[in-house]
């Protein structure tokens, strides 16, 4: 299953409401999570069941979407969320990464 | 606390063999997945596949399949990736990633810190 996400860059500034959207080439259900990477560091779970927040994520993380295409809003971006974001399938094997999305100032 | 702890960085020559892993605490290391992923300098992430520690049942992405081995040693709740002959393809950051519910490959909560693997002659 192959994971288009758009777009692959993304300026912004503090307070802004960005999305980022994933379209699966098959459909996955809500099989789907997103991860955020700061550089240097391992990725980390933000939202899985395509819209089920992880615990200890902020509420300004959103994740929607069911079937082949999903979403990730952030609704009022703040300094620490400048990152790369990834989507990930998790129906079938291989569990296939999205290209990622880097958010910049 | 859950954690994933991962070996320290290598430089290997092309054609070396490899083994890097991965010890898992503060959970029984057995019940859960263990995923490793592949993250090229500067590029995105890449799926390698996942182990089951329990009976070490493993399904390999085709991109992968072949040239890594997948792992574990219960004793000492430990998962490995190996290579017998490195390229300098494979030079990358390597991650390992616990699944969140036991028994089961749905999303992946804990994340080791990864290991940098430097193939060069």
């Known amino acids: 299953i192959q994971l288009t996400q758009s777009p692959s860059f993304l300026s912004a500034s503090v307070g802004d409401r960005v999305t980022i959207t994933c379209r699966a080439s098959q459909p996955i259900s809500d099989s789907f999570a997103w991860y955020q990477q700061k550089p240097g560091k391992a990725p980390r779970l933000l939202i899985y069941?395509?819209?089920t927040l992880q615990s200890g994520v902020p509420s300004r993380f959103s994740g929607s979407g069911a079937g082949t295409e999903f979403s990730l809003t952030i609704s009022s971006l703040q300094p620490e969320d400048f990152a790369t974001y990834y989507c990930q399938q998790l129906h079938s094997y291989p569990l296939t990464f999205g290209g990622g999305t880097k958010v910049e100032i | 606390e859950v954690q994933l702890v991962q070996s320290a960085a290598e430089v290997k020559k092309p054609g070396e063999s490899l083994k890097i892993s991965c010890q898992g605490f503060g959970y029984t290391f057995s019940s859960y997945w263990i995923a490793w992923v592949r993250q090229m300098p500067g590029k995105g992430l890449e799926w390698i596949g996942v182990i089951y520690p329990r009976d070490s049942d493993t399904n390999y992405s085709p991109s992968f399949q072949g040239h890594v081995t997948f792992s574990v040693d219960q004793s000492i709740s430990t998962a490995y990736l190996q290579w017998s002959s490195l390229r300098d393809a494979d030079t990358a950051i390597y991650y390992c990633a616990k699944a969140a519910v036991p028994g089961f490959v749905n999303r992946f909560e804990t994340w080791g810190q990864g290991t940098l693997v430097t193939v060069s002659s």
């Open positions: 069941g395509g819209s």
